[in-house]
């Protein structure tokens, strides 16, 4: 029996043992075929990676949406508080875009970054576009200064410089080929012009029998100045004419090629830097320019100060789009003639409060930067009216608009409501002494203001010659009314319309009714007499509270 179990227990220990061994050679051959596995599928990754690269890098430049964004970042490097220093030292050229996640401004640019970033690799340029969440690496974006949301920032050996082109794809790469020493581009042959113009909208080319002289070197110097347009020199005829056949002339020439109905504007001043830079600057802009986010700092501020807004949907416009063309090419360098879609908000409804108008229909305007004023086109929009109302603007011989809310507002109270329409007939034409106050709706300080005005017309109640009344300057406008601040206080001298006087107390009752008394042209004993009325009736109230 003692043999025979000592038998088994060697038996069941010698089983278990094996049993154990070759659960650890099992799990070995595992382990390694997982490793190898592994292994195998990060080189697939690392090939995938490559060959995505590769696609990137041989594009054609006509893929778009969410994958092109997508393989285009694979190339913008991203910056975080540990390697934004070792990065920006590190590279002769870097460009910095510093973004939050939650700015909508930053998601609009950052695929037009991307794909920037792609353009400049394509083009074998030296610089590194690089990108950095602002809001997570705080301590980064404020040793760089990035302050808001987006900012470009474009660094030489480390050191940080403003970035002052356009928000455009084509506009990032322009402008950081020019300043990286590529001031133009050279096409020797009709195969790179045919590629040149799939990629470009508008570029100004010169043809020259030798690159040389005083007219190339002016030319070189405007493009250096230039931010916005390519460039282009060639010295073949046929290249030239290819893109465009009136760009012929020798020794000689220039033209601004766009891709729209005016393909072609001719140089023909003397190519001196200063009046190159002029042309481009007055032409450079298509018949109509949409207006977006990316180029409305731009078209505010262009050099061309009468400037016609059409305010129109998706729908409407391209019915609408020929007539604007047209009266673009008669106004050309006088007017510049902007498209706004009025379902972007954030575009359009700005600049229609300004007018105090809502684009239920398509809505033309105007604005003369030159002297701060804005025009309404009130006509039904056709090539003559439109003509005619561009004339005019250029003769200087419009109407300025003031917006103004409808007369029929009600007046509540013992403050009369004054709106743009009726000013001339309650404060300026009336024989009335007229105190003004100057509120808007959101104004928080007004709202205080507001009260005293109450107060002081109803202490002054039952004087006719006093008028207390009150318009919305943020609905309203008249060209005699010019508003400084507001809460504001005017006091209109019934004798002396055209110079109001303005309250400097505004904190107290008390200072408010002594300044109606001290301007008011209201005999003091009137003023005495409803104060003591006043004051008997407050008497009796008391009395007959105590009864």
Not at 274 to 295: A, C, G, H, S, W
Not at 324 to 343: G, P, W, Y
Request: one cysteine or more; proline letters at 4%; a negative charge.
């Amino acid at each position: 029996m003692e043999i025979s179990y000592r038998k088994r227990f060697l038996y069941n220990n010698l089983t278990i043992r094996s049993l154990i061994c070759i659960s650890l050679v099992l799990l070995l051959l595992i382990s390694r075929t997982t490793a190898t596995q592994q292994e195998i599928e990060d080189e697939d990754d690392d090939l995938e990676d490559l060959e995505e690269l590769e696609e990137i890098d041989n594009d054609d430049g006509k893929i778009s949406g969410a994958e092109a964004v997508s393989r285009a970042q694979k190339i913008v490097a991203d910056l975080t508080n540990d390697n934004a220093e070792r990065i920006l030292s590190s590279h002769e050229y870097v460009l910095l875009l510093g973004y939050a996640s939650w700015c909508a401004r930053s998601s609009e640019l950052m695929p037009e970054f991307a794909f920037a970033a792609t353009a400049l690799s394509d083009m074998g340029s030296p610089v590194l576009l690089a990108k950095m969440d602002g809001d997570r690496h705080t301590k980064a974006a404020s040793k760089y200064n990035i302050k808001g949301y987006p900012t470009l920032l474009f660094f030489v050996n480390g050191t940080s410089q403003a970035y002052t082109g356009g928000l455009g794809r084509d506009e990032i790469v322009i402008w950081v080929r020019k300043k990286t020493g590529v001031p133009t581009m050279r096409l020797s042959s009709v195969s790179e012009a045919e590629q040149f113009l799939k990629r470009n909208q508008t570029s100004a080319v010169g043809l020259f029998e030798t690159f040389e002289g005083v007219a190339y070197e002016e030319f070189v110097k405007a493009a250096m100045e230039d931010n916005d347009v390519q460039f282009v020199e060639v010295n073949k005829v046929e290249v030239a004419t290819f893109l465009s056949p009136e760009i012929s002339r020798l020794p000689y020439s220039l033209g601004l090629i766009k891709n729209e109905p005016e393909k072609i504007v001719l140089f023909e001043g003397e190519f001196i830097k200063e009046m190159i830079l002029q042309f481009i600057e007055v032409n450079k802009y298509p018949l109509v320019t949409r207006l977006t986010e990316q180029n409305s700092a731009k078209v505010y501020s262009s050099p061309i100060k009468l400037q016609v807004f059409l305010f129109a949907g998706p729908h409407e416009y391209e019915s609408i789009l020929s007539v604007f063309q047209d009266a673009a090419k008669k106004f050309k360098a006088k007017i510049m003639f902007i498209l706004v879609d009025s379902t972007d908000e954030n575009l359009a409804k700005p600049m229609l409060t300004l007018f105090g108008l809502e684009a239920l229909k398509p809505i033309v305007t105007a604005f003369d930067n030159t002297i701060g004023s804005k025009y309404l086109f009130k006509s039904a929009i056709s090539a003559s009216s439109l003509e005619n109302f561009c004339s005019e603007l250029v003769a200087g011989n419009l109407l300025p608009y003031y917006k103004s809310e409808p007369i029929s507002i009600e007046s509540k109270g013992d403050v009369r409501v004054v709106v743009g329409k009726n000013f001339d007939d309650i404060v300026l034409n009336s024989s009335q002494d007229v105190l003004l106050e100057l509120y808007a709706p959101w104004c928080v300080n007004c709202k205080s203001v507001s009260k005293l005005t109450e107060k002081v017309a109803k202490h002054f109640k039952g004087i006719t010659s006093l008028l207390v009344a009150k318009i919305d300057v943020s609905a309203n406008e008249h060209p005699n009314l010019q508003v400084d601040s507001y809460p504001s206080l005017l006091f209109y001298r019934a004798n002396d319309k055209k110079n109001p006087i303005k309250a400097s107390k505004m904190s107290s009752l008390k200072d408010l009714i002594q300044f109606v008394k001290d301007n008011a042209k209201v005999p003091p004993a009137g003023v005495k007499k409803v104060e003591e009325g006043q004051e008997n009736a407050k008497v009796k109230v008391e009395r007959k509270e105590e009864l």
